[in-house]
């Protein structure tokens, strides 16, 4: 008889992505596990995405966190201008001007407008959601060091980041959720395909 997995699905990766996914596995009823190699979600401020489109926002809804994303902390009536230059003290390129949420009218297409929540703030926020839920089970401060694959389901090996001890997982499937350098993606020798990506910085204020 074999035995049973240990958990359904294992997402490598606790980034906007794999929390999204547990959430939309949690409200199908599906059990995940998510490991992020960060130690919290109390890290340094990075101004990493600051933008959630229109379509972005309609999947917010549907994981029904859309009203939490609307009122993260941006005033209703401040302008959400973004302002493009060379540098904090180089040259000015360009200016992107929309009206502040209280003076944009909802698009046509869509029952839900743009919105302004830097990833430093949507991912505790989903984190919080996932964990309300009560289905999945979210685990900071461990990697993923590598995974077999059978018949049957993944056999996934966590590291500790804090003492570096080794505990197995086996896991229905593998969802690889980790960013552009993905252990996933490079174990299975998926190419990065696309053009690189820039050096610009993101500033909000």
């Known amino acids: 008889m074999t035995k049973p997995n240990d958990v359904p699905v294992l997402i490598a990766g606790g980034g906007p992505v794999g929390l999204a996914l547990a959430l939309d ?35 917010c809804r549907l994981l029904g966190i859309a009203d939490e994303v609307a009122n ?12 493009f230059c060379t ?26 407008m743009h919105r302004r929540c830097p990833q430093f703030w949507f991912d505790p926020l989903l984190a919080r959601a996932v964990l309300g839920q009560g289905i999945a089970q979210l685990r ?22 804090a003492d ?3 505990e197995e997982i086996r896991a229905s499937y593998l969802v690889g959720c980790d960013g552009l350098t993905s252990s996933v ?16 910085v993101s500033v909000v204020v």
């Open 164 to 166: 570096g001890s080794i």
């Open 87 to 112: 540098g904090l003290n180089g040259f000015f390129i360009g200016r992107y001007e929309m009206p502040s949420t209280r003076d944009r009218p909802l698009p046509a297409q869509s029952p839900e």
């Open 72 to 83: 993260v902390g941006f005033p209703d009536d401040v302008s959400r201008d973004t302002v």
């Open 185 to 200: 993606r490079t174990a299975l020798d998926i190419p990065f395909e696309g053009d690189q990506l820039d050096y610009s």
């Open 140 to 161: 900071y401060g461990t990697s993923l060091d590598g995974f077999t694959q059978d018949d049957d389901g993944v056999t996934c090996r966590l590291r500790n980041m």
């Open 25 to 59: 596995l949690g409200r199908r009823g599906v059990p995940s596990l998510i490991v992020e190699r960060e130690p919290s979600l109390d890290r340094e401020i990075l101004a990493k995405a600051d933008l959630l489109n229109e379509r972005s926002m309609e999947f």
